[in-house]
């Protein structure tokens, strides 16, 4: 179950994808992650999903990693008197906190903390940016607007306030409820969505504490704004460019991805760029060029991660579309220039023994073109601080923590392997050179670069590398 990439893909599980047979398919396809959207589906669903994914672990042996994306809070436009009205360009349209339907000249607005937050000039995206308002006055729970780009509006339809900070804690009881029930189940990550501020990472890490691992959601200017704080305290970092794209300049969008996976990669925390990658796969067996082009770029800059939403969840061929993405990132890394461009953004090490070993083990297996980096790690953090160097050659992370190896599937060129802590150095060199050749890394007479710690079995003791020679 080796993969001929390192870059990892998430595959979105929904109606086109639930059944165990199409989850195990994905997993031959090439997906590494599976992601479980709390936006829709019931407890009951997604607990066959997860226990679907386990039962495919089991069954191949290989850890796969589950990551539940919760809701959030969802801005929305209450009920109207018809299906659709129409708002017109330049017409006047008030939003307030009534609870009577709308019409074409007025909606209302069930989130009355929004209106703390508008002010003149304002700008409110409506139905992910097809209706733009201008704000021209509020008064209490009530803004009048401008209808600054027109459309047909139906009731609930989502509501964003573009570069404003809202009232409004990133966690609902929705999420919390959901939260919960995923880490009595074992998840290994939990996205966080609506992150505005690096207080809202603080919140969500004291419900999840260790439990799984934390990504943050980047789907807001003040997350981009505040992102070397929150990067600091998340785990993991996903750039949503779905709603950055309605919250900024759609223009932008792709300078800040740039952005955000170079900060991450420095950091040495995982990054995974979302939304739209194959969108037209939802109804075509094959993508446009633009959005190979779109999987290449993410695939150069370094990503951990690419991930499927739709395409996978609701789309026609969840499959054929994971087999497409495989075959994109792979010819991507096969490039002769790929690695030269993810290495024109070189990491320096940091001031501590874990990276003063990795940045040795990556130049040690260049030299020697070692067949692949091995590290023993409980908690995770010496595969991270190899993987940030993105060496030429595959890391190996053997770790007797069953999480960890889960948590470990997300992250650019490791392959996790659950099994028993060394005991002593001879269990350790062998230990390293079998699962190497069992794996599929490695053949007698090739070379391997491991990192230990001694004393064996004590977490963050790494502090050795040793060169071994595979019988």
């Not at 690096?198 to 890490?205: G, I, N, P, Q, T």
């Not at 633009?290 to 800059?301: F, I, K, W």
């Not at 260049?366 to 595969?383: E, H, K, M, N, R």
Request: proline content about 5%; some cysteine; aromatic content about 4%.
């Amino acid at each position: 179950m080796r993969r001929l990439r390192s870059a990892k893909i998430i595959a979105t599980l929904g109606p086109a994808s639930s059944t165990p047979e199409i989850i195990r398919e994905l997993f031959d396809a090439g997906a590494d992650v599976f992601r479980l959207n709390f936006s829709h589906g019931e407890h009951d669903v997604h607990e066959a999903a997860l226990n679907a994914i386990r039962a495919v672990e089991k069954d191949t042996g290989r850890p796969i990693g589950i990551i539940v994306d919760l809701q959030g809070p969802k801005l929305r436009i209450g009920e109207l008197k018809s299906d659709k009205v129409t708002l017109e360009k330049g017409a006047l349209f008030t939003l307030d906190s009534s609870d009577e339907p709308g019409d074409e000249t007025r909606a209302p607005l069930p989130h009355p903390e929004l209106f703390q937050a508008l002010q003149r000039r304002s700008h409110i995206s409506v139905d992910d940016g097809r209706i733009r308002l201008q704000v021209e006055r509020v008064t209490g729970a009530t803004a009048e607007t401008v209808v600054i780009s027109g459309g047909e509006l139906s009731a609930h339809k989502g509501v964003n306030l573009p570069g404003a900070v809202l009232p409004i804690a990133p966690l609902t009881g929705k999420d919390r409820d959901d939260l919960e029930f995923a880490l009595e189940r074992g998840v290994d990550w939990v996205a966080l969505s609506f992150v505005q501020q690096s207080a809202d990472v603080e919140k969500a890490r004291k419900l999840v504490g260790r439990r799984a691992a934390l990504m943050a959601k980047i789907e807001k200017p003040s997350a981009v704004n505040g992102l070397a704080e929150i990067i600091d305290l998340a785990d993991g970092i996903m750039v949503a460019r779905g709603d950055l794209g309605v919250e900024l300049p759609l223009e932008t969008v792709p300078g800040l991805q740039k952005q955000i996976v170079r900060a991450a990669r420095t950091a040495g925390k995982p990054v995974v760029v979302a939304t739209q990658m194959l969108e037209s796969m939802i109804h075509a067996s094959t993508p446009t060029r633009a959005e190979v082009s779109d999987v290449v770029t993410a695939v150069y800059d370094g990503a951990d991660a690419v991930m499927l939403s739709a395409e996978t969840a609701t789309g026609e061929y969840p499959v054929d579309t994971v087999t497409t993405m495989s075959r994109i990132a792979a010819q991507a890394e096969r490039d002769p220039l790929y690695l030269p461009i993810l290495n024109a953004e070189w990491a320096e090490p940091e001031a501590t023994h874990v990276d003063a070993l990795s940045a040795a083990a990556r130049q040690v297996a260049d030299t020697l073109g070692a067949a692949a980096a091995v590290t023993f790690t409980s908690t995770g953090a010496t595969a991270l601080r190899a993987a940030r160097k993105r060496p030429g050659v595959p890391v190996l992370a053997l770790t007797h923590d069953l999480r960890t190896a889960r948590q470990l599937a997300l992250v650019w060129g490791v392959h996790s392997v659950h099994t028993d802590d060394a005991t002593d150095f001879d269990d350790m060199d062998e230990r390293a050179c079998r699962i190497a050749r069992e794996q599929g890394f490695a053949k007698p007479g090739d070379t391997l670069v491991v990192t230990y710690g001694v004393p064996f079995g004590t977490p963050g003791a790494t502090n050795t590398l040793y060169i071994a020679s595979v019988a």
